[in-house]
């Protein structure tokens, strides 16, 4: 059943189970008979997965595209919505196909529900017959689809972490966070440091690779497959981490889009990616913000915190309508003689119930990091290992994630592990 896009709950939006791939770099011109499928459009344009997309939206129907296109090249993709019946939209459509450029694409909104309709116009050439009304999402889907790959591997799915403030322990909360969904969900994950200058993924992973992620921003010419798995830091036979250099023999200074082609690259090869995102606030975090299919922001329990953790919330949801809102997951929760706003009325003021709490364990985490170990490998059995493994859970939909069996020497196995990888 369809939902109409006026009623449609963006907060029931399961992203778990809604994976749907970035359009390319094209553009799309709309023709519409309504203001209903003008503003849907417009809506859909907004969305995350269109933001390589240029949209153009005009009324007018076939009618207007065909007199557009007798004088005008095509663009990547029309859309025409049609209230015409059979007859007229077939003529229509076959007078607009002698202007269509190749490799041009034709979508139709129309109202009838009518399988032969749908046969004689793809038939002729059309992509695509939706039938109206249709949502948002379905329709981003049905977009999204006509530039899918054949034989194309499932979209991995990107799980952005960042902190509300500096020291909040977003680094560590998505290292074991990734940790976690390789071992337990037994899932392939990479984690992509992108605090080049100061990362420490590298350091929590007793890693020293020679490569890092900067070898990818900078030469985004030579990126493909086999560079992209030079650079990868093996640390399990389920988890890799590309590092940052941790170097200030350069500046980091990237633009909007420095990271496309790695994300697109990472999704096309990887189920789980985790960003690890610094705490700054610049276009290119923004847009890796904008464009995860989760967020999480790690917050602590004071004013600062708070007061960020909002405008951040506000800001993504505002950029992100077609997507549950983000995350959040309070840290450092319990630290002695330290005044605290309590998590309940943290939640309160954001009015979004945090994913999970993590208690303030200072030889726990202190012991991990000294180490170059996960926390779980210190002690599995601690509270925040818990709620490490809960939030992980949780974004996976699911109630329960089964930790695999740990022996005695379980520690030193796999500390001997990822240092032989």
């Not at 249709?134 to 054949?150: N, Q």
């Not at 037994?186 to 890092?212: C, E, K, R, Y």
């Amino acid at each position: 059943m369809q939902m109409d896009a006026d009623t449609y709950n963006t907060e029931d939006v399961d992203s778990a189970t809604i994976q749907i791939a970035p359009l390319p770099r094209i553009s799309i011109q709309a023709f519409c008979e309504t203001t209903e499928t003008a503003t849907l459009i417009e809506q859909v344009a907004a969305d995350r997965r269109l933001i390589k997309v240029h949209v153009k939206v005009q009324t007018g129907g076939a009618a207007a595209a065909l007199e557009a296109y007798s004088t005008a090249p095509t663009p990547n993709l029309i859309l025409i919505e049609s209230n015409a019946n059979r007859e007229t939209l077939v003529e229509q459509l076959d007078s607009l196909a002698e202007y269509c450029d190749p490799g041009t694409k034709v979508v139709i909104i129309g109202r009838n529900n009518d399988i032969m309709l749908y046969r004689e116009l793809v038939s002729r050439g059309v992509s695509e017959y939706l039938v109206a009304p249709i949502d948002r999402i379905s329709l981003i889907k049905s977009l999204s689809e006509l530039y899918a790959t054949p034989g194309t591997t499932a979209l991995g799915r990107v799980i952005a972490v960042t902190g509300s403030k500096g020291g909040t322990g977003s680094s560590t909360i998505s290292h074991n966070l990734a940790w976690s969904l390789s071992r337990n969900a037994d899932m392939a994950t990479i984690i992509v440091d992108m605090d080049l200058a100061f990362g420490t993924a590298g350091l929590d992973f007793n890693q020293d690779p020679p490569q890092s992620i900067a070898d990818a921003v900078f030469s985004p010419e030579r990126l493909d497959a086999n560079m992209l798995d030079r650079l990868m830091s093996k640390c399990t036979e389920k988890l890799g981490i590309l590092s940052a250099p941790a170097t200030l023999d350069r500046m980091y200074d990237f633009t909007e889009t420095a990271f496309d082609g790695l994300m697109d690259l990472l999704r096309s090869s990887t189920p789980i990616i985790i960003l690890d995102i610094p705490h700054v606030w610049t276009a290119w975090t923004r847009r890796m913000l904008v464009g995860a299919d989760d967020v999480i922001i790690v917050g602590s329990p004071d004013l600062a915190s708070l007061r960020n953790t909002k405008n951040l919330m506000d800001s993504l949801r505002t950029a992100r309508p077609n997507d549950s809102r983000p995350k959040l997951v309070m840290n450092m929760i319990g630290v002695p003689k330290r005044p605290e706003i309590a998590v309940v009325d943290f939640a309160k003021a954001l009015e979004v119930d945090p994913i999970g709490v993590v208690p303030f364990d200072p030889k726990l985490f202190g012991t991990a990091a000294n180490n170059g170990q996960m926390l779980s490998e210190v002690d599995a059995r601690s509270k925040v290992s818990e709620t490490i493994d809960e939030v992980a859970s949780s974004l996976l939909g699911r109630t329960e994630v089964r930790a695999p069996k740990r022996g005695l020497l379980q520690p030193l196995v796999s500390k001997f592990r990822r240092s032989k990888a």
